[in-house]
T-cell receptor, first 114, second 116 residues
């Protein structure tokens, strides 16, 4: 089944403890991206990747890191999480980098930082 | 800069009634437009998209949307809703300008609450 897989689905952590949210897609998509969803704000892009080893900042990149060493994987790293990073995170991928294909989304990771 | 406005944060409607979810966008260049649906505890699923051509586009689950360039709108409609349509709906835009990054800009979402 074609899908984007995120892990974990739920995570509670403490301030300052480094964590990684994994994202993997099995569709050979070029484009991958991370978004966070907050009530009343919709989805905001954190980082994106147009291809392997090519990543760039989205609208809210502060406090996050990403890497794209392989086409299928795009992990999101929080080096020192803070409570304002409590949110619902989505990984997405797209066959096209031209904006016409739309995204396939993962099921989300609900992160709570205390 | 692009933006997407979904004026209605919540739309209550009775089962089998018609519904329209409103979406307006602003962009200085041509755009692609999308509607996504998010069911509770799930990721977003693509409902439909407008790229070019006919301004009326049909999607899954009986939904359709109409692109209106003069009003910069892309409203979503369904003639008769079901309880199972209860979900949050997001409008999104992708610009075609120079240096485009395939980024989707999302609205803040509209919760469709279908009541029996």
């Amino acid at each position: 089944e074609a899908q984007v897989t995120q892990n974990p689905r739920y995570l509670i952590t403490v301030t300052g403890k480094k964590l990684t949210v994994t994202c993997s897609q099995n569709m050979n998509h070029e484009y991958m991206s991370w978004y966070r969803q907050d009530p009343g704000l919709g989805l905001r892009q954190i980082y994106y990747s147009m291809n392997v080893e090519v990543t760039d900042k989205g609208d809210v990149p502060e406090g996050y890191k990403v890497s794209r060493k392989e086409k299928r994987n795009f992990p999101l790293i929080l080096e020192s999480p803070s409570p304002n990073q409590t949110s619902l995170y989505f990984c997405a991928s797209s066959l096209s980098t031209a904006g016409d294909y739309g995204y396939t989304f993962g099921s989300g990771t609900r992160l709570t930082v205390v | 800069a692009q933006s997407v406005t979904q004026l209605d944060s919540q739309v209550p409607v009775f089962e089998e009634a018609p519904v329209e979810l409103r979406c307006n966008y602003s962009s200085s260049v041509s755009v692609y437009l999308f509607w996504y649906v998010q069911y509770p505890n799930q990721g977003l699923q693509l409902l439909l998209k407008y790229l070019s051509g006919s301004t009326l586009v049909k999607g899954i689950n009986g939904f359709e949307a109409e692109f209106n360039k003069s009003q910069t709108s892309f409203h979503l409609r369904k003639p008769s809703v079901h309880i199972s349509d209860t979900a949050e709906y997001f409008c999104a835009v992708s610009d075609l300008g120079g240096g485009a990054t395939n980024k989707l800009i999302f609205g803040t979402g509209t919760l469709l609450a279908v009541q029996p």
